[in-house]
């Protein structure tokens, strides 16, 4: 919203403040300031002269005319031209040598065409008040020669924009901005909207309302004999053109003017062209409307229109039909102002991608009440600028609507800013806004009240307050609070902490969540967060069997992309696309991690789960539909890995990321959780099949690891051997780890043994290192696989597995005859379980 700083004071009594010092003020009262545009302050040497003769240059491609114009001054001014829309005897504005127009631009004395031109005569473009003009600007006859142009049309004005929200669409008019300035500077307020009707018990055109739920009122007005030729005045002109509308014909402007003062949208027909009784309706199928922008639109029937006895003649609040526009032979024009469904208007807005002023402002809310003043105002423009005479009588239909009252504690307000206004004050401000205020002792039984009842505490006594018709954004006892609290001042607020209740912290889920993310950033990975969408493309590529219980996925209703309509089943598509753009981008050494939400729904969940109403709770049964609906959402961590794990260097060369690592990840999350992984080998897409580690907690599988299948890497565009790791975190949460110890620390020396065991190719290592870990006892400390050997040492078909075992004791230093008994037994227990035996024996 545009609003002229001229025009706002005709109805404030603004102090002498800059348009800045006002914005502010405005800003602060919640209108979200964008700009402030000044006009005309640059503009000076302009006055008023009189043409007394015209001689028209011959000889040149396009009219020249070299004018003799009378100025105040001693002798008359040359100055070339070549506009033809005036004559001798006409008063212009004339920019005099040494003047400054609009953008800077300097007039000068020069010779063209062959003869002086001292000095410019102007038209509304080079005045700044219009965007283009046809030629120059002709005054008003009686106008004083030598006058100051930029006083006599006001062209000095700031204009300060204003990004008006949703909730307050009073504001887009200049009385709902001076009502906000008013109460902002605490000055008188003069309502333009103040006019007196005449009281008219006859009806003009005919109209009814045929579906109360589209329009509650509905105005018309005739004006008969009006001059289809009669232009809008210069100040109408400026204004429209500095609120961002352009200046299209007296009828049109009018309508326009009207709505950017008041705020009510209006439409004029030409009476000519209107067919019986204008009715109020739904659109029935297969109407259409060709509108005044010449398109034709197939209708919808929710959309709500104005008709006649010719079919449809008007998108309601929207646009009009190019059937009953008004034209240059219009003189009986009928003005219409109405009150239509916020939500009807909005809609339909949307439905057919047409945003118009009428639309932005029934959508937000209209004043009920203003139709029949503003119909009365812009007939008066149009009588007394166009010539026509009011008609007697006035249309007037109507639906009744019972008002607003909402019921608040006095105190309610003070509570929610988390300070103290006593009684008067909340009263005082409500009443600012135009609020009718009534103590009351007793309940009146509405939904209002008993949200209050709900709200007050002792002493505090209870006030019924009906918002006024301009603001149909109030309904709560918040809505009124918030009044209250920003014209006090949000400056004025205490900054005050807010008191931690007891027992507040993080839960045990969210610590996990955190250590698991410091040890695998501090391990040299990345956290991306990817958008939890996929499609059955990311399925096709990760190679997942067609009865894959990751191919059933939670479909959207509303996707953001018709690739990716599923909610995703598995972390690893959205890694593996980052992988792929940031090798792109030419990082081919990535470590990346994600932590988030999965989404499996089970095989018999319904389709569509059921949409219940607000008006009541819901019941136990409705209640266990809609959790029969809803997907698991368990939490995971997945990892990716390509590239260098251990950079190259000057130090020698680097290792790349295999499957070990990924592995490793594995460990490293589920130690946070207090959990010893068993590593077990395993057939799992999309991982490659000699490569894949099945993650246990216990009996309990958690997780996959390993190389990702050449398929997979093939279809993504990843580079060769590329790892990944996806472990549930949900399911660690659940191990039954106990409160976490810190471990005893011995003071005694470590004594270290190493063993060598011979075993078959085919056997992994996890077996080999459980049977030695359990076979050692209580005194193993640590064990670590140290080498792995295949070669023609240990024989076909083998492979050596070399383990530094670190024993100690807690009490005392241990004997060489106790560390070998521990290394014996640990020895044979492999032997027995893996077939194992120790190298060189």
Not at 127 to 143: K, M, N
Not at 458 to 477: C, I, K, N, Q, Y
Not at 672 to 678: H, I, K, M, N, S
Not at 817 to 840: H, I, K, N, P, S
Request: hydrophobic residues 40%.
């Amino acid at each position: 919203m545009k609003v002229s700083l001229s025009w706002l004071r005709e109805y404030v009594d603004l102090p002498a403040v800059t348009a800045h010092e006002i914005a502010e003020k405005l800003t602060a009262a919640g209108l979200k300031l964008e700009s402030v545009i000044s006009y005309g302050h640059d503009i000076k040497n302009v006055v008023v002269g009189e043409v007394l003769s015209i001689e028209t240059l011959e000889g040149f491609k396009k009219p020249i005319r070299h004018c003799q114009v009378e100025v105040g001054e001693a002798a008359p001014r040359e100055i070339v031209c070549g506009a033809t829309n005036f004559e001798a005897g006409d008063r212009v504005p004339v920019a005099l040598p040494g003047a400054v127009l609009p953008g800077g631009f300097e007039i000068a004395s020069r010779k063209t065409y062959g003869r002086l031109s001292d000095g410019m005569i102007c038209s509304e473009a080079e005045l700044g008040v219009a965007e283009s003009s046809p030629g120059i600007l002709v005054l008003p006859g009686d106008t004083p020669i030598g006058a100051d142009v930029v006083e006599l049309l006001g062209l000095r004005d700031d204009v300060i924009e204003l990004e008006i929200t949703p909730d307050i669409g009073y504001a887009l008019s200049i009385r709902g901005v001076a009502r906000e300035a008013a109460a902002a500077f605490d000055s008188a307020f003069i309502d333009p909207a103040d006019v007196s009707p005449p009281v008219a018990s006859d009806s003009a055109y005919p109209a009814s309302i045929a579906d109360p739920s589209a329009c509650d009122r509905f105005v018309l007005r005739e004006i008969h004999g009006f001059d289809p030729s009669a232009s809008s005045p210069l100040w109408m002109r400026a204004r429209l053109t500095r609120a961002g509308m352009r200046p299209v014909s007296l009828a049109v402007d009018v309508t326009n003017y009207v709505m950017l003062e008041l705020g009510q949208p209006l439409h004029a027909f030409d009476a000519a062209r209107l067919t019986g009784e204008i009715v109020v309706r739904r659109a029935e199928p297969g109407e259409t409307l060709e509108t005044l922008d010449h398109v034709v639109r197939k209708l919808h029937p929710d959309d709500i229109l104005i008709t006649d006895g010719s079919g449809v003649i008007s998108m309601a609040g929207t646009m009009g039909g190019l059937h009953t526009e008004i034209s240059d032979a219009s003189t009986d024009i009928v003005i219409e102002a109405a009150h239509f469904s916020a939500s009807g208007i909005a809609r339909m807005s949307r439905r057919h991608n047409l945003v118009s002023e009428a639309s932005k402002r029934f959508e937000r809310g209209v004043d009920r009440e203003l139709p029949l003043y503003a119909s009365w105002r812009a007939a008066q423009l149009l009588a007394e600028l166009g010539g026509g005479t009011i008609q007697p009588g006035v249309t007037h239909a109507e639906v009744e609507v019972e008002p607003v009252r909402v019921a608040i504690p006095s105190g309610y307000p003070g509570r929610v800013a988390g300070t103290v206004y006593d009684r008067e004050t909340v009263i005082r401000r409500l009443e600012q806004v135009g609020c009718a205020v009534e103590s009351s002792a007793t309940e009146t039984g509405t939904a209002a009240d008993g949200i209050a009842a709900k709200l007050a505490v002792t002493g505090d006594d209870m006030l019924v307050v009906t918002p006024p018709s301009w603001r149909p954004d109030l309904t709560d006892p918040n809505d009124l609070a918030e009044e209250v609290i920003r014209l006090e001042g949000y400056e004025n607020l205490p900054s005050i902490l807010p008191a931690a209740p007891a027992g507040a912290g993080l839960t045990e889920s969210q610590r996990l969540r955190r250590r698991v993310g410091r040890s695998l950033a501090a391990a040299g990975y990345v956290e991306i967060l990817s958008y939890p969408f996929s499609g059955e493309r990311d399925f096709d590529n990760l190679q997942l069997p067609a009865a894959d219980a990751r191919r059933l996925a939670v479909r959207l209703a509303n996707p953001l992309s018709e690739d990716e309509p599923l909610m995703r089943t598995t972390l690893l598509p959205g890694l593996l696309k980052t992988l792929v753009r940031n090798v792109g981008r030419g990082f081919g050494d990535v470590a990346l991690f994600e932590t988030g939400l999965v989404y499996r729904p089970s095989p018999d969940a319904p389709a569509v789960a059921p949409v219940l109403g607000v008006d009541r709770r819901p019941s136990p049964e409705e209640l266990a539909s809609i959790e029969s609906a809803l997907p698991a959402q368990p939490l995971r961590v997945g990892v990716v890995l390509a590239g260098e794990f251990e950079p190259s260097g000057w130090w020698g060369k680097g290792r790349g990321a295999d499957w070990a690592d990924a592995v490793e990840a594995a460990r490293m999350v589920a130690a946070e959780a207090g959990v010893t992984l068993d590593v077990r080998a395993d057939r799992h897409e999309p991982w490659h099949p000699g490569r894949c580690a099945a993650l246990y907690a216990g009996d309990v599988l958690v997780g996959h690891a390993g190389e990702l299948h050449p398929r997979v890497v093939e279809a993504y565009g990843l580079p060769p051997r590329t790892c990944a790791m996806e472990l549930e975190l949900t399911r660690l949460e659940q191990s039954p780890v106990g409160r976490p110890q810190a471990p005893a620390i011995s003071g005694y020396p470590v004594a270290s043994q190493d063993v060598a065991l011979i075993v078959d190719a085919a056997i992994p290592v996890a077996p080999v290192e459980a049977a030695l870990r359990e076979g050692a006892g209580e005194l193993l400390e640590s064990i670590r696989l140290f080498d792995v050997y295949a070669g023609a040492q240990v024989g076909e078909g083998r492979k050596s597995l070399a383990y530094s075992l670190r024993f100690r004791a807690a009490d005392r230093t241990l004997t060489v005859e106790e560390t070998t008994a521990a290394r014996d037994a640990a020895v044979a227990l492999a032997a027995e379980r893996t077939g194992a035996r120790l190298r060189g024996v």
